[in-house]
């Protein structure tokens, strides 16, 4: 049966619940002198028309929620660096290129601390990169390293990731231009991090 509109449901006349053949529970209601039983759970698919007031507040969630995808993806891109270079900072012997990859996590550090805040003040929290994404990221280190942990070695996995990383903000960036500009702004401020960290990176090569 096809569900009343809103504009029918004044004229809707309650007698009472019963059941029918099916066993189902019915609103026994008149409509224009015609009875009709109205299946109980029909009641929850009647039409509404939206109003400004809804329609305002379906836009806001989807900007809301843009917005937190947008600054999980930052945090998730910043903390997948950041833990390639604790495992870099554990495998170097080299203490000024430990001294530079530490500057490098710090800042990694700070834009994730910075999504966080946002995403809390937004009234959600971060969830991160995935065990399995983080533990991915340990094994393709050791690997690359397991026979060559030189200033060269290291800088050059590092180029490789900041590289991936570079990739992936851009594609956000490019995906959410309608975002706010302080989320846009530490999305570029992620971009440029990595790209510096390339450039700092080509010099132990």
Do not use: W
């Amino acid at each position: 049966m096809k569900a009343p509109d809103a504009a029918t449901l004044p004229r809707i006349i309650r007698f009472g619940h019963t059941v029918d053949l099916r066993g189902r529970l019915c609103l026994l209601a008149r409509v224009k002198r015609r009875c009709f039983f109205i299946p109980c759970t029909l009641l929850f698919c009647i039409r509404r028309p939206a109003t400004g007031n809804t329609v305002e507040r379906g836009e806001k969630f989807m900007a809301d929620t843009q917005e937190q995808e947008l600054l999980e993806q930052i945090y998730r891109n910043a903390e997948m660096g950041r833990d390639g270079l604790y495992y870099v900072i554990r495998r170097t012997d080299d203490p000024t290129f430990r001294k530079v990859v530490e500057t490098q996590l710090m800042e990694y550090q700070s834009i994730m601390d910075e999504a966080e805040q946002k995403l809390r003040q937004q009234g959600s929290a971060p969830t991160g990169a995935s065990p399995a994404s983080r533990a991915m990221v340990r094994m393709t280190a050791a690997c690359k390293t397991a026979r060559d942990n030189s200033p060269a070695a290291l800088a050059d996995m590092l180029i490789q990731g900041s590289s991936m990383g570079v990739t992936k903000i851009l594609r956000q960036i490019r995906a959410h231009e309608s975002r706010s500009e302080d989320s846009l702004a530490l999305a570029d401020r992620l971009r440029e991090t990595e790209e510096n960290n390339i450039r700092q990176m080509k010099q132990y090569l």
